[in-house]
Every structure is written in structure tokens, then in C-alpha cells.
């Protein structure tokens, strides 16, 4: 006797046009050459790098042997922009951190870090909140990182920062007038 087989049919694939989903779900077509749609807003970061790292410890060895309480750190941040092209932007992120325990230096520590971005399509009313706060935001966790290795390096705790509220230090900026200048 012989045995039947059914043998697999196989049918042709459907042909999907390639396209990106819009927010809403529904296929876009007209795509610019680098993946972005077209006349939508967009931020690219472009490269990140320390321009600027310094840490001192003055009062070695002594300052590192073990203290009554806890040093007073002080820390100051501030952002600058400057126009490099057309769409192109360097924020940079100047934070410096100082301690001190009854008067006496324990460390110093400084840090230029900067990012460049690409903004395309952005309302030229978001051009400085975005400059100003959302590009520092980005790049705030890679210098907060190299600022805590340096101070463990200099032979103590790694100093961790707290967040910062970007938004409202250019809310602070902005009463003060200092956000109305142009980015350089």
C-alpha cells in the first residue's frame, strides 16, 4: 500500500512597503536620508567630551585621615551655549565642588564637560529651554560620573550629586534677565 503525502504549498510573500510609524501609528512616507522624518523636530548628540578636569587635594596626607563630622561641600553649576552651525550647538557644563572642614581646604575640584547637538526643525521659541535645560540634562549623569571618580581617585568618598533641576535653574536665569542674550 502506499502512503499519501501532503506536501506544503508555499505562498508568495505580500510585499510591505518600508516606511515609519507616526506617533499615531499610521505610516509615514516621506523620510529624510538619515532615518528622521522629514520637517520633524530632532536633537542629536554629537559627540561629549571633558574639556576641562582639575582636583586638589592641598592638605595631603592629612586631609585624608579620618575627621570629626562631615566636611562642607560647597558646589556651584552653570551652563553656557554656543552656536558652532546653523544646527549645531557646544553646551558646556561647568560644575565645581570645594569642601572644607573647619576652615581648612580638604579638596577642590572643577569640571568643563561639554556635548555638541544637532537641533533641526526646533520652534525658534524652544530653542533656548532646550539649549539650556534639555542638553545639560543629557549630559549631566557622564559628568556627574567623572566627578565622583575624581574625588574617589583624590583618596576619598566619591562626591555623588544630587540631580539639578535644570528647568528651574533657566526659570532663575530668565527673572534675572540673563536667558534674553542671545547663545554666543
Known amino acids: ?3 499519501a503525502t501532503k506536501k506544503a504549498v508555499k505562498k508568495p510573500a505580500k510585499k510591505v512597503a518600508k516606511t515609519a510609524p507616526k506617533s499615531n501609528g499610521a505610516p509615514e512616507e516621506n523620510l529624510t536620508g538619515d532615518g528622521g522624518v522629514e520637517g520633524q523636530p530632532s536633537m542629536n548628540i554629537l559627540a561629549q567630551y571633558l574639556k576641562d578636569l582639575s582636583f586638589e587635594n592641598p592638605n595631603a596626607p592629612q586631609s585624608l585621615a579620618i575627621q570629626d563630622g562631615q566636611p562642607e561641600i560647597n558646589i556651584s553649576v552653570n551652563v553656557n551655549a554656543k552656536n558652532l552651525a546653523p544646527t549645531d550647538f557646544e553646551v558646556e ?5 570645594q569642601a572644607t572642614h ?9 569640571l568643563l564637560y561639554a ?3 544637532r537641533l533641526e526643525n526646533i520652534p525658534e521659541e524652544a530653542m533656548h529651554p532646550i539649549i539650556l535645560v534639555e542638553c545639560p540634562r543629557m549630559i549631566f549623569p557622564f559628568a556627574r560620573q ?4 575624581a574625588t574617589q581617585k583624590g583618596g576619598f568618598p566619591p562626591l555623588m550629586l544630587d540631580p539639578i533641576d535644570f528647568a528651574s535653574m533657566y526659570e532663575q536665569r530668565a527673572a534675572e534677565g540673563d ?3 542671545p547663545i554666543a
Open 1 to 3: 500500500m502506499a502512503k
Open 93 to 97: 557644563l561647568h560644575i565645581e565642588a
Open 102 to 110: 573647619e576652615g581648612t581646604a580638604v579638596f577642590a575640584a572643577e
Open 115 to 117: 556635548g555638541i547637538f
Open 146 to 149: 567623572i566627578l565622583a571618580d
Open 179 to 181: 536667558n534674553e542674550a
